[in-house]
């Protein structure tokens, strides 16, 4: 496990140790001053597989990682929204298109970055679309 969290967030302690908590089976980061446990879990990636007529939308990376690469639009999920609100934002971040989701896509786990990807197939309402505006610094 990585201990990439350098204080505790319940107290601000430094004295972060690698540990099976009880009652658990496996390895936390937890708080040896407060006892407050660092879970880690997977991201959750939303996405759109998007169409008009017989065109797919695709998007070129701006950012690293894959800079210049051609990719799906897609994105974290954030809290308080729903899978498919995610791939809606994140289609309209991604590429400024506004969709309307036909169904889920596929599914795909990727141990080894800690991502879970959730892709639906979508269309576009209007053959509107352009590059992403968000300022990345």
Known sequence: MNLNINYCSYCGADQL????PAGDNMPRIVCSQ??????QNPKIVAGC?????????????AIEPRYGLWTMPAGFMENN???EEAACRETFEEAQARVTLDGLYGFY?????SHVY?????HLDKQEF?????AWR
């Open 17 to 20: 140790a690698e540990e099976i």
């Open 34 to 39: 407060c006892g407050s446990i660092h879970y």
């Open 109 to 113: 786990s990727i141990p080894r970055i």
């Open 81 to 83: 929204e729903s899978i």
């Open 130 to 134: 352009g590059p992403a505006v968000k």
């Open 118 to 122: 959730v892709l639906f197939r979508g």
């Open 49 to 61: 597989l998007v169409t008009w007529q017989d065109q797919v939308l695709l998007c070129r990376r």
